[in-house]
């Protein structure tokens, strides 16, 4: 799926986290996106970031097969989707737990590992964003080596 970066930009200047959201302000604003497009799904899962391959725990909507990032829109990601909510069940859901992630709430407890694990979706896509993430940084690693040999090579038969 592709990021719409326009739609992404208007939400991130629009919505703004509750003041007591913490390091959870991105899932905040992915949520409240919800009241603008009420056809959107609410999307808990993983992201990694292109200029560092970091995995990260991350928020976004999706609707018509676009991902709408109201805190990451004007970076390179590749996103790896959890779980995901349509607007009535992300609502439900928020109702019942009261706070964000809502993912949490499907954890067999705050320890909750892929081994373990209450929701083994989300940490399938966790286990698909790290492989992920890892062949990306081989590939990154493997191309430097390779400029690297063919500029030694160009310096040696310079001299």
């Not at 808990?44 to 995995?55: H, N």
């Not at 991350?58 to 990451?72: G, M, Q, T, Y």
């Not at 709430?105 to 896509?125: I, Q």
């Amino acid at each position: 799926m592709k990021i719409n970066k326009t739609l992404s930009q208007e939400l991130a200047q629009e919505i703004l986290p509750p003041a007591n959201a913490g390091e959870y302000a991105g899932w905040y604003r992915a949520f409240s996106g919800l009241s603008r497009l009420p056809d959107a799904c609410y999307v808990e899962g993983w992201m990694v970031l292109q200029d560092t391959f970091a995995v990260s725990e991350h928020a976004w909507l999706e609707v018509d097969n676009e991902i709408i990032d109201p805190v990451h829109w004007q970076d390179e990601a590749t996103y790896f989707s959890g779980a995901r909510f349509n607007a009535a069940q992300a609502q439900a859901a928020m109702a019942q737990k009261g706070q964000l992630p809502l993912t949490h709430l499907l954890r067999a407890s705050r320890n909750d590992t892929p081994a373990n694990s209450g929701n083994p979706k989300y940490w399938a896509a966790w286990e698909e964003a790290t492989k992920f993430a890892e062949a990306q940084k081989r590939g990154t690693l493997w191309s430097n080596w390779h400029r690297w040999l063919e500029l030694i090579a160009k310096r040696h038969k310079d001299m």
